[in-house]
């Protein structure tokens, strides 16, 4: 099964979900109209409420909650995109405008504020308390994942652990909650939620590895952003780290440069370093590693089409190019 088939699968869910997203995306507030609207519509795989769909289905969920959750899901995550983009004074996403370089920091900040909050009056009304404590959970970890980001920026002394520790917190939490959801909305027990919480962590794990190689090998068409992007924040993202580690001194000296001050100025030099130290191999090599482990952990659950998805969304996660 290919990624367009995993689309196939969930379609009608999926189109159910979008119509909820645009109704729960309303407000009196025009500016939060056009800018929820702006960003929710801007492209994204929508592969954190895909994971929801299709953890519900493979544990023959049938009620309507999948959906609700799947909307929720992606209000967070859309939220913390335009949280990150003022953080990171981004002004290109998905190759398009950030939200906060059109409408600025302020206006970014508190309709992101908008749709955390919309997905919690969300959360209430699905009314299980366990689908309260992933989602409350998740979102504080998402929080301090950030926020050990921040103090990471610019510190070139920073272990390969500390990094896995922030994406683990930062990136793969949310789809870890989005995968265990559909097993707790399924009323299954530990074993069950288990295996959907070891399959999300692995999953949001490596598909940021494979973002921190498209970085540094893909094109600006290719990704929505400019390559570059994070060593230009003085982010110490796996490549830059195993470069710096395993580099000559003078490549070493160029990517801890680049590191803490920011910027392009020397970004040829990095590449070239990241190029002859083999760090993209490595850190993909990392990737896969994670998606193996996501992959033995759906062993825990029953075949059916949507086990099978999860297998082909892990395969996507390491192999895209965008």
């Not at 370089?101 to 366990?130: K, P, Q, T």
């Not at 995968?179 to 069950?192: D, F, R």
């Amino acid at each position: 099964m290919d990624i367009q088939a995993v689309y196939t699968l969930v379609a009608d869910d999926m189109r159910a979900v979008n119509d909820l997203i645009g109704t729960r995306l309303r407000s009196e507030v025009a500016l939060i109209n056009q800018m929820g609207q702006y960003i929710i519509n801007s492209g994204g795989k929508r592969l954190r409420p895909i994971l929801v769909l299709l953890s519900a289905h493979a544990f023959g969920y049938s009620g309507q909650h999948h959906v609700s959750l799947s909307a929720i899901v992606e209000f967070i995550h859309t939220a913390t995109l335009l949280h990150d983009d003022v953080v990171d004074a981004s002004q290109l996403r998905r190759g398009q405008e950030t939200a906060n370089s059109i409408w600025g920091n302020e206006a970014s900040v508190l309709v992101g504020d908008f749709l955390y909050s919309r997905a919690f009056e969300m959360m209430v009304e699905v009314g299980n308390m366990d689908v309260m404590e992933i989602m409350s959970h998740a979102t504080n970890t998402i929080a301090e994942g950030e926020v050990l980001q921040l103090l990471n920026c610019h510190d070139a002394d920073t272990t390969e652990e500390c990094y896995l520790e922030v994406i683990r917190s930062k990136t793969a939490k949310l789809f870890e909650a989005a995968a265990e959801l559909g097993a707790v909305i399924s009323n299954k027990g530990a074993v069950e939620q288990q295996a959907m919480h070891n399959y999300g962590i692995h999953l949001g794990t490596a598909f940021q590895l494979i973002d921190d190689v498209l970085d540094y090998s893909a094109s600006p068409e290719q990704i929505g952003k400019n390559i570059g992007d994070d060593l230009a924040e003085g982010k110490p993202t796996l490549p830059l780290i195993y470069a710096m580690r395993h580099g000559t001194a003078t490549q070493s000296a160029f990517v801890r440069q680049a590191i803490e001050e920011g910027g392009r100025d020397t970004i040829t030099q990095v590449i070239q370093a990241i190029e002859s130290t083999d760090a993209i191999a490595y850190t993909a090599r990392a990737a896969q590693r994670e998606t193996e482990q996501a992959m033995a952990a759906l062993e825990a659950i029953p075949s059916s089409p949507y086990k099978d998805a999860m297998y082909a969304l892990a395969a996507f996660a390491v192999k895209r190019d965008h």
